[in-house]
T-cell receptor, first 116, second 110 residues
Framework: SAVISQKPSRDICQRGTSLTIQCQVD?????MFWYRQQPGQSLTLIATANQGSEATYESGFVIDKFPISRPNLTFSTLTVSNMSPEDSSIYLC?????????????FGQGTRLTVV | SQQGEEDPQALSIQEGENATMNCSYKTSINNLQWYRQNSGRGLVHLILIRSNEREKHSGRLRVTLDTSKKSSSLLITASRAADTASYFCATGQAGTALIFGKGTTLSVSS
């Protein structure tokens, strides 16, 4: 299993500013995933963060808006840049156990972002 | 993008009743998983069923998988107020992120 510490748990930010969300995992994992959950919606994958290489972004998400760092195998950050009210969402990081095919994913507790 | 659809989108039942949620998906899978989310917080893993399995039980949960129809169902028996949450199915391939369905919001009243 993996325990993920995600912070901040919530924040209220002014439009035009940026927020960096951190995820710390208690074990080494190859890939970390960042999701966005808009109000009342399901989870949408933003990007996959690999250690030592640039993150891989899903369609509709770009690095300039959501820069990701992955300096080591236990830590990653997601920045939401130049925020607008449309960025108000819950952001979650997730990991899966390295080397296993049929295994559960683990999630941080999420960051509830409100942009005003 | 979402893998598939879940129905119903919302379900309201009384304590003690059974709750059934359905999920459909589009692509081939290694496994299908169900997660619960309370009040928009982090997701909690409930159960995983592999593509070569047809049914799996865990406590009051029963999951079925029909790969020919690309569908799964989650049954919660004898529901409790504490089961009130959103439930999501998710599918995955080895080494990739989970893709989530749209979810079912379950409300269990006492």
């Amino acid at each position: 299993s993996a325990v993920i510490s995600q912070k901040p748990s919530r924040d209220i930010c002014q439009r035009g500013t940026s927020l960096t969300i951190q995820c710390q995992v208690d074990s080494q994992v190859t890939m970390m995933f960042w999701y966005r959950q808009q109000p009342g919606q399901s989870l949408t994958l933003i990007a996959t963060a690999n250690q030592g290489s640039e993150a891989t972004y899903e369609s509709g998400f770009v690095i300039d808006k959501f820069p990701i760092s992955r300096p080591n195998l236990t830590f990653s950050t997601l920045t939401v840049s130049n925020m607008s009210p449309e960025d108000s969402s819950i952001y979650l990081c997730s990991v899966v156990a390295t080397g296993f095919i049929n295994t559960e994913a683990f999630f941080g507790q999420g960051t509830r972002l409100t942009v005003v | 993008s979402q893998q598939g659809e879940e129905d119903p989108q919302a379900l309201s039942i009384q304590e003690g009743e059974n709750a059934t949620m359905n999920c459909s998906y589009k692509t081939s899978i290694n496994n299908l998983q169900w997660y619960r989310q309370n009040s928009g917080r982090g997701l909690v893993h409930l159960i995983l069923i592999r593509s070569n399995e047809r049914e799996k039980h865990s406590g009051r949960l029963r999951v079925t998988l029909d790969t020919s129809k690309k569908s799964s169902s989650l049954l919660i028996t004898a529901s409790r107020a504490a089961d009130t949450a959103s439930y999501f199915c998710a599918t995955g391939q080895a080494g990739t992120a989970l893709i989530f369905g749209k979810g079912t919001t379950l409300s269990v009243s006492s």
